[in-house]
């Protein structure tokens, strides 16, 4: 599903240049449930970044469901990301204007999916996390763990394969990120491919594999 | 079409209103400013004209004088007086006029309904309608051909006499006594704004037929001529003209300034309009200056909106926004903006174009109001400044928009 080979990525600041990744190859199935660690600065979010196509690698070769990455365009970047990666961030990242519905509307939107198919699966979403009777609500009107179950379910819109976590629990206390773990897991029982970033042994004990990382290579 | 994305963009775009209503605010300031300015620079233009027109707008006047040169053995100081005769004299020889009318007259008292009041009165004929813009009131009418072949004892008076003699009544049909003899009033001046005026202004005249004025006034030489020449480009050969004919007629220089007076008010109607026109142009400048400030302000306004915007567009670019989308999103904000700020500036200028028009002006005086009081609302204007605005607000949407689309998804994301 995902193979990442002899990647690295070179960040330039004027003469300066900072390495970080340095030729890292893995590979993580379909229906995996993968966590990454590693400490602060080891190119935990970068590895996250280019497996989620926000960036590219500045050497190696990156596959995705089979398709390689490297030469698509900006535009066929987006597509991938719109259909094929749902990702959740520490930090929610829901558009502070939109409501509970339009948030997870969204991606459906920018894929031109039709306005019953919309309904029904913005229905279907919230209800799954809860949260349909909170539809009309703005991301401030919710608590952390509402915002990351709209996120969750905003991921989920175009039922992508792929399911990217940036330290999803991050931001929560323990019950509201033990109930976006309970979601995770359950979506992982359904097949899905998830790959999450954490810093947290007891939360990435939950996965099945744990990749570690340090200074922009994998340790284990 | 599918419009469930701008649908979406309008969504966002009214709950983050109040985020751009400084923009809005501006671009309904500016478009107040430049509609007013640009209504009221051109009503003092067409004021101008129609104030030109309240006293004859293709006219040439012609008094006579005194001659400063010796011609022809004749010594100079001599006075140059014009006669009835003059009118079929110059009728004959110059082709390029087109209508001609003889005008004398004095100073009388004029009563009626008990009341005294000293006037000019004139002796005319009817073209005198045509060339001096004698509009009669409804229910009135000016001095016709049969009156002044008749010898009529009618007249037609400015609506200020009638005001002085007869108070709110009409007086058409009613007797004034000129000079000790009884006249019919057959029609009152229409009210008009004139800049221009030999005597006072016309709404204080009393006029007469030419040949009814003959029989009460013991002058036989005429007070001046007015000509109307078939095309305005013609006035100035038929001065020329003129002045060539009457010199030959009444033997003085024709390069004389003083035996004759001529009052062009076609050449001053062009400089008139020239000062206008200048003032209009300035007008339009100030307004292009204004314009293109408040497109600075409005452009460094957008950028700050999507500067605002930069962890917005990084979660949209993330959760797979096309880079069209963006830029789309960008442009239709810029549209309802623009829409929005321009639609309240229009319909407050319309509305206080429209105001003002309805404030009364004084005819009874000369005044600025006259000039003031009757701003145009041009449709003209309006398209040209929609469209020059539009231009500059798409440029001024089109750079922020740019910008937000070609962002890295990464940077953008971690914007704080």
């Known amino acids: ?220 | 079409m599918n419009l469930t994305l701008p649908r979406f963009f309008w969504n966002e775009y009214r709950k983050r209103r109040k985020r751009t209503s400084l923009i809005t605010f501006a671009l309904f300031w500016g478009t107040l400013s430049i509609l007013l300015l640009m209504a009221f620079g051109q009503g003092m233009s067409t004021q101008a004209r129609v104030s030109f027109s309240g006293f004859g707008e293709t006219l040439i006047m012609v008094y006579g004088g005194q001659t400063s040169l010796p011609f022809e053995g004749l010594p100079k100081g001599r006075m140059i007086r014009l006669y009835p005769e003059d009118i079929d004299y110059l009728k004959e020889r110059v082709p390029e006029i087109l209508r001609i009318v003889p005008e004398t007259y004095n100073q009388w008292p004029v009563s009626a309904n008990g009341k005294e009041i000293n006037r000019t009165v004139h002796g005319v004929t009817a073209d005198f309608a045509l060339l001096r813009t004698q509009v009669p009131q409804l229910g009135g009418r000016f001095i016709d051909a049969d009156d002044d072949l008749q010898a009529r004892k009618v007249a037609f008076i400015g609506w200020k006499v009638g005001n002085d003699l007869f108070g709110g009544k009409d007086p058409v049909g009613r007797t004034i006594v000129i000079n000790r003899v009884p006249f019919t009033v057959v029609g009152v001046l229409q009210k008009k704004i004139q800049d221009s005026m030999y005597n006072g202004p016309d709404a204080d005249q009393v006029y007469l037929p030419f040949r009814a004025f003959s029989q009460i006034d013991n002058q036989r030489f005429l007070d001046q001529i007015h000509m109307q020449p078939r095309e305005a480009s013609q006035s100035a050969f038929i001065e020329d003209r003129v002045k060539v004919l009457l010199g030959r007629k009444y033997r003085f220089d024709p390069q004389d300034r003083y035996a004759t007076t001529f009052w062009n008010t076609i050449e001053d109607f062009k400089q008139g309009q020239a000062i206008f026109k200048g003032i209009e142009i300035f007008l339009a400048l100030m307004g292009a200056l204004t314009l293109l400030i408040g497109a600075v302000g409005v452009t460094n306004l957008m950028y700050a909106a999507a500067k605002e915007r930069t962890k917005e567009i990084g979660v949209k670019l993330a959760i797979g926004a096309r880079r069209r989308t963006i830029i789309g999103q960008f442009l239709l904000e810029t549209l309802f903006v623009f829409t929005k700020g321009t639609f309240w500036g229009f319909v407050l200028s319309f509305n206080i174009v429209h105001l003002v028009r309805l404030a009364p002006i004084n005819y009874d005086s000369f005044g600025i109001e006259g000039y003031l009081l009757r701003p145009v609302f041009s449709l003209r204007t309006f398209i040209v400044y929609m469209t020059v605005l539009g231009v500059l607000c798409f440029l001024s949407g089109i750079f922020p928009a740019l910008r937000a689309s070609r962002a890295n998804p990464i940077e953008s994301l971690r914007y704080e």
């Open chain 1, 1 to 220: 599903m995902i193979d990442l080979k002899d990647i690295t990525k070179v960040y330039r600041t004027g003469s300066q240049s900072l390495e970080a990744l340095r030729g890292v190859s893995l590979a993580i199935g379909r229906g995996e449930f993968v966590s990454i660690m590693g400490p602060s600065g080891s190119g935990k979010s970068t590895l996250m970044n280019i497996v989620g196509c926000l960036d590219t690698p500045t050497a190696g070769a990156y596959a995705l469901d089979g398709q390689a990455v490297a030469g698509l365009t900006f535009d066929e970047l987006a597509a991938v990301r719109n259909r094929k990666i749902g990702f959740v961030f520490q930090n929610f990242n829901l558009l502070p204007y939109a409501t509970a519905w339009e948030n997870v509307e969204l991606p459906m939107l920018f894929d031109g999916k039709s306005a019953r198919r919309r309904r029904e699966r913005v229905t279907e979403l919230l209800q799954a996390v809860g949260l349909f009777d909170w539809r009309e609500h703005r991301p401030t009107e919710l608590s952390g763990g509402q915002q990351q179950r709209i996120a969750l379910a905003r991921a989920l819109a175009n039922d992508p394969p792929i399911l990217l976590a940036d330290e999803p629990t991050g931001n929560l206390d323990s019950k509201s990120g033990e109930e976006i773990m309970a979601i995770l897991i359950d979506l992982w029982r359904a097949g899905r491919t998830i790959v999450m970033v954490t810093h947290n042994d007891h939360i990435a004990a939950r996965s099945e594999r744990v990749i570690r990382l340090f200074d922009g290579q994998v340790v284990a």
